[in-house]
């Protein structure tokens, strides 16, 4: 917002110089009444509000085509309809620049969501291989102590968690690829 301000306020002030006049000596009499906002735009940047900044500036600006000596009144008027255009493009801008934003927040609250998802989904998987690893460790030491129908239970549970271990991985490598598809 304020860098837009700035510019074009900078903008404003060039165009108000380099207007066609009839004489340069008008000119150069205009710059010298605006090299002092100029200066205060350009040495003070980190002005308390500069929306208030900006504000005083422009109405000074007003006040001196307005009160200026050296414009006819056709010239002032075009000077002044050339303000207000300038005026409305800045209210534009300003505007555009607020909304897009606002888009860019948004979007990145939600690919922030999504990331918490995808490393709670790896979370889950990383702690289902641990598990598997586990109970392979005390399947082996275990199944010599047991009975072969011990055994036969233990082996089906361990096959059906490898089972679920596979199906956990696949998504996990689809919900990952899935991912690197929505980067690029």
Known sequence: MNFCS????????????????????????????????????RNNPSASNPDDNFNLQK????????????????????KLHHMENLEK???????????????????????????????LQIAKLTSNSFKKEFLNENTETSASHLNNDENIRLKKIVSALE??????TAKNTELLASLKRKNE
Do not use: W
């Open 59 to 78: 109405n000074h600006l007003s006040a001196i085509v307005k009160s200026s000596k050296y414009f006819d009144n056709d010239v002032n008027c075009n």
């Open 6 to 41: 700035k510019a074009t306020l900078s903008d404003l002030n060039i165009s108000l110089i380099t207007l066609r006049d009839a004489n340069n000596e008008r000119a150069r009499k205009m710059k010298t009444k605006l090299e002092p906002l100029l200066n205060n735009n």
């Open 163 to 168: 089972k679920a271990l596979k199906e956990e």
């Open 89 to 119: 493009s800045i209210q534009f801008l300003q505007s555009q620049h607020h909304h897009i934003l606002g888009n860019l927040h948004n979007e990145i609250d939600e690919l922030k969501h999504q990331n918490r998802e995808l490393q």
